[in-house]
């Protein structure tokens, strides 16, 4: 079957591996996340890019919390500083508020100061000339340079450790079904969707 040496994670690949090649991608995002057997970059580099932040959160969820270690804080405290800096460069400065107040606050703990800053710079005609924020040139740069820090983040995260490959799979989910019921004796039931392999 697979090169795992637990027969259930193994398993599991593969009807991630199957879901995928079915189309069925958010019953595969689903199961990832509430296995926390796989994180899926990309995915989360897709939501992160739409600006799908809660959705971004979401995923994380199903892998670590906001104060498991440093490393799940930064990367939750990045997803709200883009949350927040979008919200800024839309000129929506009751939504920014709002992340401040809900999404940010919590992490004034580790940065104390970090609200008051925030609230600066929501005061700001033109927020990107802020001391902190200074050294990107625009909103697009401030956001590749944030996601990168996450990425990096997620990469040296010890609980996301193991989790951000997938590893080399020896069948398909449909290729292991055919021959669990060969080897039963029995006829392989049929299905009215055709499933491509």
């Known amino acids: 079957m697979a090169t795992d040496p637990d027969p259930d994670r193994a398993l599991l690949f593969l009807i991630l591996q199957f879901l995928d090649h079915q189309n069925l991608s958010e ?6 996340c509430e296995t926390g ?3 899926n970059m990309t995915y989360f580099e897709e939501l992160l890019n739409c600006c799908a932040y809660n959705e971004a959160e979401s995923y994380l969820c199903g892998f670590t919390d906001i104060h498991d270690n440093i ?4 990367i939750y405290f990045g997803i709200r500083k883009l949350k927040f800096l979008e919200a800024l460069a839309d ?3 009751e939504v920014a508020r709002e992340v401040v107040e809900k999404d940010i606050e919590i992490f004034d703990q580790y940065n104390p100061g970090l609200v008051q800053q925030a609230f600066e710079l929501l005061q700001m005609d033109n927020f990107m000339s802020h001391i902190l924020l200074s050294s990107y040139k625009n909103m697009k740069e401030a956001r590749k340079v944030v996601m990168e820090n996450i990425k990096k983040c997620i990469e040296a995260n010890p609980l996301l450790q193991g989790k951000l490959s997938f590893p080399p799979l020896s ?3 449909q290729a292991f079904y ?3 019921m060969a080897s039963r004796g029995r ?7 055709d499933f491509k392999d």
């Open 37 to 39: 057997l796989f994180f």
């Open 91 to 93: 000129g929506e400065r």
């Open 27 to 32: 019953t595969a995002r689903s199961l990832e």
């Open 178 to 180: 055919m021959e669990a």
């Open 187 to 193: 006829a392989p039931a049929t299905c009215r969707r």
């Open 71 to 74: 490393y799940s804080t930064k």
């Open 171 to 173: 069948t398909t989910l």
